[in-house]
């Protein structure tokens, strides 16, 4: 057997309370064949011993056998954890440390499909980061083309046109800046390694304040609440400034008749909070909205399907924890996003 086997570690495992149990089970029919005498115990007597004795020992090689199997497959049941407790998107190889090998060859086919799985999606994921990339180029062309015709007298259906290429345009751009964004976030490309420590409540005073121009022209009151403290988290500000940009841009265009915008940073623990008292989102959408692509079928405004999916994207890369409250709990929309606090470098992804 080789070394490390289930059968090597369940045979050293049981062979030394096996040997004792049948010492004792030898001692107990020595006893009572040698040493008790007929004259003082009946045969129902002995009958009753031999049968109690055999039970004891029926048990006890039961809870031995039981133990056995138990610490053999302890690993296995180290392993399934493991597997449990992974995200959905962690394709990293599974440790077979300590695994029997019986186990290791499965784990080790597991894990060559774990590679061919993560290289495919890796490969995926860079076409379409450079597809976007290869994109922006000829639609800002596009853009630049559509933006002069505009600026000369045109005659109205051929201005109509153009503006229409210059709207289309515009969605493009983007949405290939948006899968430029999702390509950033990715967990495989570590964007941890960027991070910096930064004032959270400082950092939205800033960014949120880029927004108010749009929602004074959307007739729309932008507010933020912050502590004056400093709140320190480890982020990418480039990626924040993408979350942040999204639920905002999400509030102003698919909330309805939205007339406030609630910007909340609280201390403890480090949270974003965004909320607008617009129409809110249907219970029957709320848990397919952050999937990419996806837009509620009652939604009349235009977009790509890809804001709160991005917004995920992001929390995970920094390990943050979201969560959706809309109708009937509130009136409107609220996305929370708790980060871990600062810890640079951190590996961490709350769902």
């Given at each position: 057997?080789?070394?490390?086997?289930?059968?090597?570690?369940?045979?050293?495992?049981?062979?030394?309370?096996?040997?004792?149990?049948?010492?004792?089970?030898?001692?107990?029919?020595?006893?009572?064949?040698?040493?008790?005498?007929?004259?003082?115990?009946?045969?129902?007597?002995?009958?009753?011993?031999?049968?109690?004795?055999?039970?004891?020992?029926?048990?006890?090689?039961?809870?031995?056998?039981?133990?056995?199997?138990?610490?053999?497959?302890?690993?296995?049941?180290?392993?399934?954890?493991?597997?449990?407790?992974?995200?959905?998107?962690?394709?990293?190889?599974?440790?077979?440390?300590?695994?029997?090998?019986?186990?290791?060859?499965?784990?080790?086919?597991?894990?060559?499909?774990?590679?061919?799985?993560?290289?495919?999606?890796?490969?995926?994921?860079?076409?379409?980061?450079?597809?976007?990339?290869?994109?922006?180029?000829?639609?800002?062309?596009?853009?630049?083309?559509?933006?002069?015709?505009?600026?000369?007298?045109?005659?109205?259906?051929v201005r109509l046109r153009a503006e229409r290429i210059k709207t289309v345009t515009d969605r493009m751009i983007r949405l290939g800046e948006q899968l430029l964004v999702l390509a950033?976030?990715?967990?495989?490309?570590?964007?941890?390694?960027?991070?910096?420590?930064?004032?959270?409540?400082?950092?939205?005073?800033?960014?949120?304040?880029?927004?108010?121009?749009?929602?004074?022209?959307?007739?729309?009151?932008?507010?933020?609440?912050?502590?004056?403290?400093?709140?320190?988290?480890?982020?990418?500000?480039?990626?924040?400034?993408?979350?942040?940009?999204?639920?905002?841009?999400?509030?102003?265009?698919?909330?309805?008749?939205?007339?406030?915008?609630?910007?909340?940073?609280?201390?403890?623990?480090?949270?974003?909070?965004?909320?607008?008292?617009?129409?809110?989102?249907?219970?029957?959408?709320?848990?397919?909205?952050?999937?990419?692509?996806?837009?509620?079928?009652?939604?009349?405004?235009?977009?790509?399907?890809?804001?709160?999916?991005?917004?995920?994207?992001?929390?995970?890369?920094?390990?943050?924890?979201?969560?959706?409250?809309?109708?009937?709990?509130?009136?409107?929309?609220?996305?929370?996003?708790?980060?871990?606090?600062?810890?640079?470098?951190?590996?961490?992804?709350?769902?």
């Amino acid at each position: 057997m080789p070394r490390g086997s289930l059968a090597r570690h369940l045979i050293f495992r049981l062979l030394p309370p096996v040997l004792v149990l049948v010492a004792v089970d030898l001692a107990v029919t020595w006893l009572v064949t040698t040493k008790i005498h007929l004259e003082t115990w009946l045969l129902r007597d002995i009958f009753w011993l031999m049968l109690l004795s055999q039970i004891l020992l029926v048990f006890l090689v039961a809870w031995v056998l039981v133990s056995g199997v138990r610490s053999s497959l302890r690993s296995i049941n180290r392993l399934a954890d493991d597997i449990k407790e992974r995200d959905l998107d962690d394709l990293q190889p599974l440790d077979a440390d300590g695994l029997s090998s019986e186990i290791v060859p499965v784990v080790a086919r597991i894990n060559d499909l774990l590679r061919r799985l993560d290289e495919s999606v890796k490969a995926q994921k860079r076409f379409i980061g450079h597809a976007a990339h290869q994109l922006r180029t000829p639609l800002s062309g596009l853009k630049l083309e559509c933006e002069l015709m505009l600026a000369n007298e045109l005659p109205q259906d051929v201005r109509l046109r153009a503006e229409r290429i210059k709207t289309v345009t515009d969605r493009m751009i983007r949405l290939g800046e948006q899968l430029l964004v999702l390509a950033r976030a990715d967990a495989s490309t570590r964007p941890q390694d960027s991070f910096q420590r930064l004032d959270l409540a400082d950092w939205v005073r800033n960014t949120g304040a880029e927004w108010v121009p749009k929602a004074r022209r959307q007739h729309v009151r932008l507010q933020l609440r912050a502590p004056e403290e400093a709140v320190w988290v480890d982020a990418d500000p480039l990626l924040l400034t993408e979350l942040l940009g999204n639920l905002i841009d999400n509030a102003l265009r698919y909330g309805g008749h939205v007339q406030n915008i609630r910007l909340q940073v609280n201390a403890t623990p480090p949270a974003l909070v965004v909320e607008d008292d617009g129409r809110g989102i249907d219970p029957a959408h709320q848990e397919r909205v952050f999937d990419a692509f996806y837009r509620a079928p009652d939604s009349d405004a235009a977009g790509s399907g890809l804001g709160l999916a991005i917004v995920r994207e992001i929390a995970q890369a920094h390990g943050a924890w979201w969560s959706l409250t809309s109708t009937p709990q509130i009136e409107g929309t609220r996305v929370s996003i708790v980060f871990p606090g600062p810890r640079m470098g951190t590996h961490l992804n709350r769902q």
